[in-house]
């Protein structure tokens, strides 16, 4: 009977710094962040009560469609992440545990943060700018008075460059033989753009389409290389088109609304 009471007592003392362990665990704050489906716009539309895309020097076309850049949003850099926060979101399909460091870097603050983040949406900007007026030029349209104004809020980072071009695009020429671009659907997607228009992969895309289908999108671009992660989440009724060039992306939309050519899918 000792010896069992002793056994029983050891294994209890064993126990003890586990259990205290694991009750820090659960209160201390983990080096992870919690994403969710942030808001999505229409770059075709306003912001805040002005234009996304402001152009001038050239006349723009009246759009019905919708051209909706996503967005995700994330426990900030400072935000204390719990046990509990970090397994809730395992488990639920609109939240992503991230590891802090892949979502901000290391080491800086919120500030710095942010203008980084809007440092990187300027050089979208101009990237997606200039990508959109070298497409327009090379189909003959001539766009040496245009300028192209673009602002989307607070959004940071450069992953709405391939809608900001398809905006510019579809303002000045449509689908090139008078018709809307989107052919009056309402189209997301994501993507980074270079100069050259190149489409580049950004992450949290399943987040996306998610945000996506929630504010009515039908249609959603997607860089290909995350084609995988954007099929976890869509809907059976939302099209997937991968993506990987702006003049790819442009062909893709026109086949699409008049129902001919082969639409590339994920």
């Known amino acids: 009977m000792l010896n069992r009471l002793s056994r029983r007592a050891a294994l209890a ?7 205290a362990l694991l009750a820090v665990a659960g209160f201390a704050p983990l080096p992870f962040s919690v994403a969710q489906p942030g808001p ?14 402001e152009v001038t020097g050239a006349p723009t ?33 609109d939240r992503a545990v991230m590891p802090r460091d892949s979502v901000y870097p290391s080491g800086n603050s919120t500030k710095e943060i ?11 900007q101009d990237a997606a700018t200039e990508a959109a007026l070298a497409y327009l030029n090379d189909e003959g349209r001539t766009t040496d008075k245009v300028r192209v104004s673009l602002q989307l809020g607070d959004v940071g980072g450069p992953s709405a460059g ?5 905006g510019i695009i579809d303002l000045l020429d449509g689908d090139g033989s008078g018709g ?15 100069d050259d228009g190149k489409v580049g992969a950004v992450g949290g895309v399943s987040l996306k389409v998610q945000a996506a289908d929630r504010d009515g999108a039908t249609v959603f671009l997607v ?33 699409l609304e008049k129902d001919s050519g082969s639409v590339p899918s994920c």
């Open 13 to 19: 003392l064993c126990a003890l710094p586990v259990i």
């Open 40 to 53: 999505t716009t229409n770059v075709l539309g306003d912001d805040d009560g002005k234009p996304v895309i």
């Open 61 to 93: 076309r009246d759009t019905s469609g919708q051209l909706r850049a996503v967005t995700i949003v994330a426990t900030g850099p400072e935000a204390p992440v719990h046990l509990g926060d970090v397994l809730d979101g395992w488990f639920a399909e």
């Open 114 to 124: 942010e203008a980084h983040n809007k440092k990187e949406m300027k050089g979208s």
């Open 162 to 166: 391939l809608l900001f071009s398809l």
């Open 180 to 194: 809307e671009l989107t052919g009056g659907k309402s189209i997301a997607g994501t993507g980074t753009i270079d």
């Open 223 to 255: 860089p290909k290389a995350e084609c995988a992660d954007a099929k976890a989440s869509a809907p059976k009724s939302m099209r997937l088109i991968p993506v990987s060039t702006l003049r790819g992306t442009v062909t893709a939309l026109t086949d």
